[in-house]
């Protein structure tokens, strides 16, 4: 069964940087869209960013502009690099395939920015 572990989230001051990262067990990655999906308390699961196979990226309009999803398929990893970080971006952040069915989720990292 595929798992995925997400890393990288923090407190981190508005206007700061994160860059999170997912690995996923499995060789997943290299046909799969993988994106980034964040959950703020009280609050639905919102998608963020994906990427496709071969690199294509989308992002949503929340996000563009600030954030940077890349991928790594050798190492079966995902990363999203957030700039200019907002309140508002306070969540907890999962990835999975972008397409479905999708995995099981993770447990997620947790991203807190304070004003």
């Known amino acids: 069964q595929v798992q995925l572990v997400e890393s990288g989230g923090g407190l981190v001051q508005a206007g700061g940087s994160l860059t999170l990262s997912c690995v996923a067990s499995?060789?997943?990655?290299?046909?799969?869209?993988m994106g980034w999906w964040r959950q703020a308390p009280g609050k639905q699961r919102e998608w963020v960013a994906s990427?496709?196979?071969?690199?294509?990226?989308i992002y949503g309009d929340s996000v563009k502009g600030r954030f940077t999803i890349s991928r790594d398929n050798a190492r079966n990893t995902v990363a999203l690099q957030m700039n200019s970080l907002k309140p508002a971006d306070t969540a907890v952040y999962y990835c999975n395939k972008a397409g479905l069915p999708q995995f099981p989720w993770g447990q997620g990292t947790q991203v807190t920015v304070s004003s």
């Open positions: 499995g060789s997943i990655f290299n046909s799969n869209a």
């Open positions: 990427i496709r196979s071969i690199g294509t990226t």
